[in-house]
């Protein structure tokens, strides 16, 4: 069965820091770029961060540049987002997805074939 799993999420306070990790189950990554969304009650779940299969290009939404860093480790079957100088405004269900093919289309949901099921992240003071 093939299955994303997000982790690393909790409530942390404004300014700090939080890496989350997606691990993938029943296949292997390297052959999927990979895409993290969130999204926040109320609000369409929205793009935030892109890696390729190759790991050579990566994409941000501009509102987690220079905070947000999207890596990726083929030999552990996971992708990471280092998130720093956490704002409240970044609370939401994290999650990751996996795009087999690579469209372009890196923050539309429409491209990627699998879905984790979210890690809750919250900050606040």
């Known amino acids: 069965q093939l299955q994303l799993v997000e982790s690393g999420g909790g409530l942390v306070q404004p300014g700090g820091s939080l890496r989350l990790s997606c691990a993938a189950s029943?296949?292997?990554?390297?052959?999927?770029?990979i895409g993290w969304f969130r999204q926040a009650p109320g609000k369409e779940r929205e793009g935030v961060s892109f890696?390729?299969?190759?790991?050579?290009?990566?994409n941000y939404a501009d509102s987690v540049k220079g905070r947000f860093t999207i890596s990726r480790d083929n030999a552990k079957n996971t992708v990471y987002l280092q998130m720093n100088s956490l704002k409240p405004e970044d609370t939401a269900v994290y999650y990751c997805?996996?795009?087999?093919?690579?469209?372009?289309?890196?923050?539309?949901?429409?491209?990627?074939?699998?879905w984790g099921q979210g890690t809750q992240v919250t900050v606040s003071s």
């Open positions: 997805a996996a795009d087999r093919f690579e469209y372009g289309l890196v923050f539309s949901i429409l491209e990627y074939d699998y």
């Open positions: 029943g296949f292997t990554l390297d052959s999927y770029a």
């Open positions: 890696i390729s299969a190759s790991g050579l290009t990566t």
